[in-house]
């Protein structure tokens, strides 16, 4: 739930439905809590609380809240985890700022689109 210290809910979808229906979500946040870990906070946008990071089963989506931004790190670790695999990233703010982007990596490149 979004509030006045948890102001970001990031929302992070793998696209490709066979994907999703291969993976343990329990597994993939096993891996970015660990990235979370080994990785310098200075390196990682959104000031994410990882506490906070689970899977809807609904949507099938990951969710994360954060402060002062969207933790688009999470899109981009999962970019580059899964190769060729286009994962969608959105947000939402407290104050009702919205953004979405795609993030795919190919050939070890990460490519990004604004949607």
Not at 21 to 41: D, L, Q, W
Request: with cysteine.
């Amino acid at each position: 739930m979004i509030d006045l210290i948890h102001d970001f809910e990031t929302r992070i979808r793998i696209l490709s439905r066979n994907l999703r229906s291969e993976i343990s979500p329990k597994e993939v946040i096993g891996t970015i809590i660990n990235h979370h870990a080994s990785t310098r906070v200075l390196e990682l946008d959104g000031r994410t609380d990882i506490k906070s990071l689970w899977f809807d089963e609904s949507s099938e989506e990951f969710v994360v809240q954060g402060r002062k931004g969207p933790s688009t790190w999470v899109g981009k670790y999962l970019a580059e985890k899964f190769p060729s695999e286009r994962v969608h990233l959105s947000w939402l703010s407290i104050d009702w700022e919205r953004g979405s982007v795609i993030y795919c990596c190919i050939d070890g490149e990460l490519q990004v689109e604004v949607k």
